[in-house]
Nanobody, 123 residues
Framework: QIQLVESGGGLVQAGDSLTLSCAAS????????MAWFRQAPGKVREFVAA????????AYSDSAKGRFTISKHNGKNTMFLQMNSLKPEDTAVYSC????????????????WGQGTQVAVSS
């Protein structure tokens, strides 16, 4: 059973940067895909970025490409999302997720979820 805990959210101004962390425990992440999703009020959960733990292969959504960077620290079982040039439309609850093997873009592709961390970007 993988447990995920996000941290690093907060209130920032447009143009600022923020780095989110997702600490995993309860098992090895070998052969897992890890992902960031976000959900704004009244909207469906949206894929942001994903990384395959073994190979480091990465995928981004169009909205994240060029502004966000996903990375991992193998020794600490921690995943990061560095977000630059933040916009008000990036305001959402950001959640990390883990799933075995397949780096999908849908919430149903991931079995384990963190509780989420709020990111608010003011204009």
């Amino acid at each position: 059973q993988i447990q995920l805990v996000e941290s690093g959210g907060g209130l920032v101004q447009a143009g600022d940067s923020l780095t989110l962390s997702c600490a995993a425990s309860g098992g090895a992440l070998t052969n897992y895909a890890m992902a960031w999703f976000r959900q704004a009020p009244g909207k469906v959960r949206e894929f942001v970025a994903a990384i395959l733990w073994n190979s480091g292969i990465i995928a981004y959504s169009d909205s994240a490409k060029g502004r966000f960077t996903i990375s991992k620290h193998n020794g600490k079982n921690t995943m990061f999302l560095q977000m630059n040039s933040l916009k008000p439309e990036d305001t959402a609850v950001y959640s990390c997720a883990a799933g075995a093997g397949f780096m999908g873009r849908g919430p149903g592709d991931y079995k384990y979820w963190g509780q989420g961390t709020q990111v608010a970007v003011s204009s």
